[in-house]
């Protein structure tokens, strides 16, 4: 049932002959479709951008006051490219292949080695739309190293990546926003998505201005929304990141893949109180410099500068020496955990090592670590009130982004007929665990490359401008949602939205985090439900839906991830064996490394909601590797 | 450690109602949280008596999406140098301070709720010019066009910015040159937005005065209150561009007059 349309024939190959393959559509006819975006990060202003260039009519949709304000404009290190302009030997297979064994050998070979494919192509685009990426003295372009690989292919503005590449992706959705082939909605919420037949037709939005409730319909949708970290409350990602619109859409049909596959980044500050609201990332980028630490001892506390080198543990390097601190982000995640349950955590609650930059400094001198990480440096030294370039900073991992996400075919469409899933919110291309600099990648790769492709081979099967909002699923759509919202003011319970994100954020970390195992995901499984129960039953949401109501938008996230945490817990509990970010404590080898089960496990679990949240239907798609050797996944 | 603060908070119903501070006790505010962090706690407290949170617009909460607005204490984005709302923390104010809490205030950025402002008219602004007009496909190598460091990091100085407006909330004049001149100047720095350069400026520079942008009248509050260091001197390398597009203008009209006297 789950075909993936992978195209036959040799591995390098199989990208440039679906290109061949592909249909076409004639320019005069191309007007004649509608396409929806939703999302104008990357993924979403990329592909918005480029399909208006095409010539199809555009409607774009986010929930920030501007497109330019999406949550990729966080993003701080930098984008892989596999031009090898350092000459240090990179590769479109090298990149393939790394991100392949990075992802623990759980993603399709064949969507890697398209994207390692066009990462070039992405880098020229982006510089012609005058994204100011660091430059040599020579005015070629500079790159940096990041984790989980030897050679320097990752591009950057200095601490500012995603900020410049999703503005360059602004520009171009600005130009044809101006041409008037895009409409631009912004401060617009997408709550449900509408299908006619089967096939995904159009979407209903709330104006988060005026409270009003629309209906949208086109030829197909986009879904380009984003990860769905924040089901942990506590993450990197913006306040406003959901999973509203994936979880909508498989309610509707479009199966989940990998839930379970979630990404704790080694490097953030650590939580503060429990006021905190949010966790800031310092960029991998800063291991290239900085040294992991914890001390030999246990509550060992005193001043770092007080405890000599030889009673300190470089974890990263003792354990991983070839990669040393450049390890790849799960490993490096759960080493700091290790240190830390092992009692030799610093700072508050014992929940932090340190990320020491003196060597640096004394070889570079302060000045040079000033201009690679000013700003990451000033950040910090913001938040903790404590001066990085005089002790070390104290890090501790944090939940980063999301592997898992909306099935999705060659095409980078569901099962869903129509429905196209781009950028974070599908599954595709990171298996179990994402290198960094590679979301940028991926999300530009599906909106400037694969999609303005692809796209034809489901609209030449469709006749432009078939379905209206006059069709019955718009009307009953539009019921469902106002009677949502009217059901959820009127519960006018006692406690906050927050505080039950907030509770559920916490259930999910403690059970379904850095480590899982089946009776703590069983114990999540019993309470998820009971939580949800309650916020239906006692959740106050005050104001009225029809105008700007901020409680009544969390409201409705917070009532989806309390749904969607089941199925997270559920895929956690199924897939017994470990493999990237998964980390199940009862299958690890004698070192605690993670420990897959190939035989059993070399599948996505593509996931069919059935109605009953404990019990969704388990679609496999077995994981075929004609290239790539499955071996253990060593960074020693 | 814990402060008790005495916020007097801007609030107002809707775009058209009347507006005014309300007084708030903040008590037992944690010294490490941030200010957003602050206005959730207050938000929490409000939902609980049964009142309406205040409203106030915020995503990354990293000080780089430029949601984040506010004008605290007479100041966008507070007291700190090269700091938004959301990277300001408590630990910067005493126990015991009064701090007020007011929108961006400008014609062009009218108020919606509480502290939220509209400011989409930098998109517009955008969307006239502020734009290389290259297609997706396949440009030339990107190291085949050489742009010196020098000239790459300028650009960068000014991509830097946000787009959040503390430089039109700052003015008294509610002019909104600094963002515009460092979004021109971005692109007319580098090679690669020559050949647009006098129209992307003339779209640019005349969207930003139909949407009710005041003119500078070079005091520069703009530079001090931007979070990103963007600076001023974007503003003279705009208005010399301005004034060379607009003659080249004026040129090429009269030129067309003549040739169609013909
Ligand atoms: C702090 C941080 C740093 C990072 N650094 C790097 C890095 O250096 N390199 C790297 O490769 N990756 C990095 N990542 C990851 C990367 O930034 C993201 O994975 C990527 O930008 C996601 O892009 P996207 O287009 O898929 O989604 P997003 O940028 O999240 O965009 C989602 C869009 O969908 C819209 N949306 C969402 N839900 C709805 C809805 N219901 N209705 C309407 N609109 C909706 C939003 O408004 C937004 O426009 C980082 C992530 C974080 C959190
Ligand atoms: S919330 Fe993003 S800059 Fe403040």
Redo the contacts between chains.
Sequence with gaps: MLDSKIPSGPLSEKWSKHKRDSKLINPKNKRKYTVIVVGSGLAGA?AA??LS?LGYKVKCFCF??????A?S??AQGGINAA?N?QNDGDSIYRLFYDTIKGGDFRAREGNVYRLAEVSA?I????????V??????????ANRSFGGAQVSRTFY??G?TG??LL?GA???L??E??SGNVQ?Y?RSEMLELVTVDGHAKGIITRNL?TGKVEAHAADCVLLCTGGYGNVFYLSTN???CNVTATWRAHKKGAFFANPCYTQIHPTCIPV??D????L??MSESLRNDGRVWAPKKKGDNRHPSQIPEDERDYYLERKYPSFGNLAPRDISSRAAKEACDDGRGVGPGGRGVYLDFSEAIEKFGEQTIRERYGNLF??YE??T?ENAYKQPMRIYPAVHYTMGGLWVDYNLMSNLPGLHVLGEANFSDHGANRLGASALMQGLADG??VI?TTIANYLVTQKPGAITTDNAEFKRALEDVNARTHRLLNIKGKR?V??FHRELGLLVWEKCGMARDFDGLTSALEKIPALRDEFWNNV?I??SGE??N??LEKAGRVADFLEFAELLCLDARHREESCGGHFRSEHQTEDGEAKRDDANFTYAAAWEHTGDFSKPSLHKEELQFEEVHLAVRSYK | MNLNLHLKVWRQ??PNAKGSFQDIEARDI?D???F??MM??VN?RL??D????V?F???????????CSMVINGRPHGP?R??TTC???M?KFRNGDTIWIEPFRARAFPV??DL?V???A??RI???G??????????????A?????EV??A??DA??C??CGACVASCKNASAMLFVSAKIG??NA?P??QPEKHRRTLGMVRQMDKEGFGNCTNQYECEAACPKDVSRTWIASMNKDFAVASGREALLASARERSEGD
Excluded at chain 1, 64 to 69: F, G, I
Excluded at chain 1, 132 to 141: D, I, K, N, T, V
Excluded at chain 2, 130 to 138: D, E, H, K, L, Q
């Design positions: 990329s951008a480029s260039e920030q006051d501007s497109p330019r304000r949550h404009i966080a031009k302009y192509n880098i020229d685009q982006c510089v012609a739309q005058g100011p990426f660091a430059r040599e003295y020579g005015g070629l372009l503005a200095r500012q900020q410049q503005l602004y520009s171009a600005s130009k926003i101006a631009m912004s201005t913006a306040m406003g503060s109180g006021y905190q609201s949010k800031t990332l000033d950040m913001r938040i009130g400037y490359f303005p906050s927050d505080s106050n005050p104001g105008a700007v901020q409680e | 119903a809707s944690p490490h949280a941030s957003l962090e959730d706690i929490e939902i609980a049964g009142k309406e949170p409203a617009d915020h995503d990354c909460r990293e000080g780089i999406c430029g949601m700190e090269a700091t990277q300001l923390h630990r919606m709720k939220m509209d400011r989409s930098f998109d955008m969307a006239a502020g734009f290389v007009s290259v297609r997706t496909g396949a440009p030339q190598d990107a190291n066009l050489p742009i010196g460091k790459a990091d650009a960068m991509a830097a946000i787009g971005q692109l580098l690669q937005g």
